[in-house]
C-alpha cells in the first residue's frame, strides 16, 4: 500500500476506488470526503472491510497522522491486497487543505425518542437477521448491515430515513453508505442498541418472521 501526496490521492477518486476513513466515528461524522465510507480502525478492522468491501474493489484509505503507519502495517500482515493507498498527512491533510467536505447528521435517543413519536420516516436495523427478528424498534424494517451497498439501490434517495445498529460505529458504517449512495435525509441514531432500550420508544419482540413488506416508519 502507497502512501499517497494529495494530489496522487485526488486523482485516484472517482476512478473505481472506495475511500474508508478509519477514524473514530463521531469525528468522521463531523466532516469526512465525499462519498467515503466509515470504517474505525479498531479490533475489528479487518473483519468489518472484508465484510463490507468486495475483494476486487481497491481501496484508499483516510486516517489520522498518527496511525497511518499502524494501518499500513496492519493492512499488509491481512494482506489486503485491494489496498492501493493512503492519504500522506491524514484527514488534517485534506480539511487543512480547504478541499471540500460532507458531513452526517447524529441525534441522540431523546431526540430519537421526539421524532420517531411525530415525524414520518422509514426506520432502518442494521443488526443482524437474528437479532432484529428477536427484537426491534417498532416499525423498524431490516438490512443487516453488510447487505446494505446491495440493497440500497431498492430504497428511494428523496426519502427520509434514520438508522440504528449494535453500535455508534456500525449505525455510522451505515449511514456513511447511505450518503455514498446520494441519500441526503439521513439521520443516524448516536447511541447503541442496548441504551436505545432505555428510551422511550415501543419496541416489538417477534415470535415468527414477520412476512410484511411495507417498509414505513408511520
Same mark, same amino acid.
Given at each position: 500500500m502507497k502512501l499517497l501526496e494529495l494530489s496522487e490521492f485526488k486523482n485516484l477518486l472517482g476512478a473505481n476506488y472506495l475511500v474508508i476513513d478509519t477514524r473514530d466515528s463521531e469525528n468522521f461524522s463531523e466532516g469526512f470526503i465525499e462519498h467515503s465510507i466509515s470504517v474505525p480502525f479498531n479490533e475489528n478492522f479487518i473483519s468489518n472491510v472484508n465484510d463490507l468491501v468486495d475483494e476486487e474493489q481497491k481501496i484508499l484509505f483516510v486516517s489520522t497522522e498518527e496511525t497511518i503507519a499502524l494501518i499500513i502495517e496492519t493492512a499488509k500482515i491481512a494482506g489486503l491486497t485491494n489496498a492501493e493507498g493512503i492519504?500522506?498527512?491524514? !484527514?488534517? $491533510? !485534506?480539511?487543512?487543505? $480547504?478541499?471540500? *467536505? /460532507?458531513?452526517? *447528521?447524529? *441525534? =441522540?435517543? /431523546?431526540?430519537?425518542?421526539? =421524532? &420517531?413519536? &411525530? /415525524?414520518?420516516?422509514?426506520?432502518?436495523?442494521?443488526?443482524?437477521k437474528v437479532e432484529f427478528e428477536k427484537e426491534h424498534v417498532e416499525d423498524a424494517e431490516h438490512i443487516a448491515l453488510e447487505d446494505l451497498q446491495q440493497l440500497l439501490s431498492e430504497l428511494e434517495t428523496a426519502n427520509s430515513y434514520y438508522v440504528y445498529g449494535n453500535t455508534l460505529n456500525d449505525a455510522v458504517t451505515a449511514g456513511s453508505i447511505f450518503r455514498q449512495h446520494g441519500f441526503n435525509r439521513i439521520r443516524v441514531v448516536a447511541t447503541d442498541y442496548a441504551a436505545l432500550k432505555n428510551s422511550k420508544i415501543p419496541f416489538y419482540t417477534q415470535k415468527k418472521k414477520d412476512t410484511s413488506s411495507n417498509f414505513s416508519k408511520s
Open positions: 492519504l500522506s498527512g491524514g !484527514w488534517n $491533510g !485534506w480539511k487543512n487543505s $480547504g478541499e471540500k *467536505i /460532507d458531513l452526517l *447528521i447524529l *441525534i =441522540d435517543s /431523546d431526540e430519537f425518542a421526539m =421524532d &420517531y413519536h &411525530y /415525524d414520518e420516516f422509514y426506520l432502518l436495523d442494521v443488526r443482524p
